[in-house]
C-alpha cells in the first residue's frame, strides 16, 4: 500500500484566498483524523471521521476551516478565508477499526503570505 | 477533555547512555497510549505503543511502561544511537478516539 497520501506537499497563498489540502487514506481503513502542526501549539486535532461521518470537530479553529470526506478514500480540509497564523504543517493520518495505530500522511506544508 | 502533559521538552544524551521521556494524563477512561518519533521534516511515525490491560512492553532497545493508578506512562530507550536524535511525543486516547498528544520531546543523542 502507498500509505496516506497528501496533497499538495507545500503551498504558498495569500491572505484570504481559499486553500484545500486533500487527503487519502490508507485502503480499508475507517478512521480518518486532521492534524495542524506548529512550533508553538504542538500538534493538534482538528477532526477525525469515522465511516465518513465528522464525529469530533471541536478542534477546528474557527469557521474558516472546514472538512469533508464525500468517500472512503477521499477527504479535503479548507481554509476560506486563508489567514498568516494559519501557517503550519498540516497532517492527515488514517486507522482501522479494532486498531487504533494513526499512520500519517507527509503531510502539507502552508505558507500563507 | 483529555490532557496529556510531558517531560521533559528537551533532552541530550550521551551516545550509549538510556533515556527516559514521562508522560502524564488526565482522563481515566484512555486506554491506549502510542509513542511517536518525527524527525526533522518528516511525518510522525509509531515507535511503540500500549494498551491499558499491559504494565510494560519491549521492542528491542526501547520500551514504555504504564501506571494506571498514577495515569503515567514513560518511554524508555537504552543503548542510544545518533540517529534517535528526534523529537517524541507521546498520545493517550479511549478506544481509538479522542486522541490527544503530549507537547514533545527533542531528544538529542551526542556523539
Known amino acids: 500500500d502507498a500509505g496516506v497520501i497528501q496533497s499538495p506537499r507545500h503551498e504558498v497563498t495569500e491572505m484570504g484566498q481559499e486553500v484545500t489540502l486533500r487527503c487519502k487514506p490508507i485502503?480499508?481503513?475507517?478512521?480518518l483524523f486532521w492534524y495542524r502542526q506548529t512550533m508553538m501549539r504542538g500538534l493538534e486535532l482538528l477532526i477525525y471521521?469515522?465511516?465518513?461521518?465528522?464525529?469530533?470537530d471541536s478542534g477546528m479553529p474557527e469557521d474558516r476551516f472546514s472538512a469533508k470526506m464525500p468517500n472512503a478514500s477521499f477527504s479535503t480540509l479548507k481554509i476560506q478565508p486563508s489567514e498568516p497564523r494559519d501557517s503550519a504543517v498540516y497532517f492527515c493520518?488514517?486507522?482501522?477499526?479494532?486498531?487504533?495505530?494513526?499512520?500519517f500522511g507527509p503531510g502539507t506544508r502552508l505558507l500563507v503570505l | 477533555g483529555e490532557n496529556v502533559e510531558q517531560h521533559p521538552s528537551t533532552l541530550s544524551v550521551q551516545e550509549g547512555d538510556s533515556a527516559v521521556i514521562k508522560c502524564t494524563y488526565s482522563?481515566?477512561?484512555?486506554?491506549?497510549f502510542p509513542w511517536y518519533k518525527q524527525e526533522l521534516g518528516k511525518r510522525p511515525q509509531l515507535i511503540i505503543d500500549?494498551?491499558?490491560?499491559?504494565g510494560e512492553k519491549k521492542d528491542q532497545r526501547i520500551a514504555v511502561t504504564l501506571n494506571k493508578t498514577a495515569k503515567h506512562f514513560s518511554l524508555h530507550i537504552t543503548e542510544t544511537q545518533p540517529e534517535d536524535s528526534a523529537v517524541y511525543f507521546c498520545?493517550?486516547?479511549?478506544?481509538?478516539?479522542?486522541?490527544?498528544f503530549g507537547p514533545g520531546t527533542r531528544l538529542s543523542v551526542l556523539p
Open positions: 493520518a488514517s486507522s482501522l477499526r479494532g486498531e487504533e495505530t494513526q499512520y
Open positions: 485502503s480499508g481503513h475507517d478512521y
Open positions: 471521521f469515522n465511516n465518513n461521518v465528522p464525529i469530533d
Open positions: 482522563d481515566s477512561a484512555s486506554n491506549y
Open positions: 500500549i494498551r491499558s490491560n499491559v
Open positions: 498520545a493517550a486516547s479511549s478506544y481509538g478516539q479522542n486522541f490527544v
